[in-house]
């Protein structure tokens, strides 16, 4: 089949290489320079938007910020609504989806000037997080506040864009599920992982080391089929988690919904037989789901340095993606997956590399 797919950053680039692997043709839009372009070259197509989804059977998506323009002239090549991801896009209205889904999430309220803000403020007691409905992404476009602290000095920022007021949470550790649904509604998801966060920005995750509750497994993916299902949602999806509480007590609280491949699903490059990439073209295109088998995995992103050390190059058991990107701090510019190795290598390797591979402030 034919693929388009919007955005040509390193997700649209992973889903090219499955298109390849999977017998597809594809073709990517880079979004900011509204050019069609082919997979791994920055060379603008002599070829509109509009002749370019002509030509596919399907459109998709790397990232959910969808250009309205592109939606109209997609039509019914887009397999899931882009009105419905709308509320993905939006922290309240995502907040307001879990809650009518009956699915937990950290308490919150929410604001939409900065006198409502000021007011929304008065109703904690705790430690929060403030976050901007819109446009926030890697810790960006958030505030943390603490009884005691000045509100007053959130107002100018915080205060001058809608957003939620959440509860600070206490959590035991942070988990994913990513998963995809096909055309035909069949479900598949990978085991919860851990990842771990600095400064707001994903550092690394823990794939396989540890076996999740059953429990927990279950309640994510009766999650993923919950919110898949009220979406209509065709291909992969994150969900992102807070472990609250412990053993059989334990609990998962939604932090945020991806509806597209995810970072703490590049494991799977390395760690499995199907990726989260193949299972999101496979999903698109009705082609049936592997059974999957897994090796534990240790995935560790690389952010705003300039390249990655030569050790880890030659490492044995690493397997390197560098996206090709200017580095800047912050910025994702590629990531290394570390496979067959045992728990305690995993965290040596983290201990051992983080500060080298990662540019935070
Ligand atoms: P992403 O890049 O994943 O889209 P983001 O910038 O949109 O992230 P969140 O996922 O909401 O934002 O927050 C980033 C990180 O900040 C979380 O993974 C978590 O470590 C921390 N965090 C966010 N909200 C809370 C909370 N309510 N309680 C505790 N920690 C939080
Ligand atoms: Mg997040």
């Avoid at 298109?19 to 997979?39: F, K, M, W, Y």
């Avoid at 998506?61 to 993905?88: F, G, M, S």
Wanted: include cysteine; proline fraction near 5%.
């Amino acid at each position: 089949m034919k693929l388009l797919i919007l955005g040509n950053g390193q997700l649209g680039q992973m889903l090219a290489q499955s298109c390849i692997q999977l017998g597809h043709e594809v073709l990517l839009v880079n979004t900011r320079s509204n050019q069609v372009v082919p997979a791994a070259a920055h060379v603008a197509l002599p070829m509109s938007i509009a002749e370019a989804m002509e030509w596919a059977d399907i459109v998709s998506w790397e990232h959910e910020q969808l250009d309205p323009e592109h939606v109209q002239l997609a039509a019914d090549k887009l397999l899931t609504d882009a009105e419905k991801i709308r509320p993905l896009t939006h922290r309240q209205l995502e907040k307001a989806m879990c809650d009518a889904l009956g699915i937990a999430t950290a308490p919150w309220n929410s604001y939409d000037s900065q006198s409502s803000f000021l007011e929304a403020m008065t109703e904690w007691q705790q430690p929060v997080v403030i976050k901007a409905s819109f446009g926030g992404y890697d810790g960006k476009s958030q505030w943390r506040w603490q009884p005691g602290d000045d509100e007053q000095m959130l107002v100018a920022e915080a205060g001058q864009q809608p957003g939620i007021i959440e509860a600070m949470i206490p959590f035991r550790c942070e988990v994913s599920i990513v998963g995809a649904r096909a055309r035909d509604g069949r479900i598949l998801c990978y085991p919860l992982v851990e990842n771990v966060h600095r400064q707001g920005i994903l550092s690394h995750t823990f794939a396989g080391f540890q076996t999740f509750p059953t429990h927990l497994q279950n309640a994510a993916e009766a999650a993923f089929r919950k919110i898949t299902e009220h979406l209509g949602y065709v291909g992969t999806l994150a969900i992102e988690f807070f472990v609250v509480g412990e053993g059989e007590q334990a609990e998962l609280l939604v932090n945020e919904i991806a509806p597209r491949v995810h970072n703490s699903g590049h494991w799977t490059l390395t760690g499995c037989n199907a990726s989260q990439f193949d299972l999101h073209i496979r999903a698109l295109t009705n082609m049936p789901f592997p059974e999957l088998s897994m090796t534990p995995t240790l995935m560790l992103n690389a952010i705003g340095c300039e390249q990655v050390p030569q050790t880890l190059w030659q490492h044995p058991h690493s397997q390197v993606y560098w996206y090709g990107k200017e580095p800047r701090v912050g910025r994702k510019v590629g990531h290394i997956n570390f496979r067959d190795i045992s728990e305690q290598q995993a965290h040596a390797l983290v201990s051992d590399w983080t500060e080298a591979l990662q540019l935070l402030s």
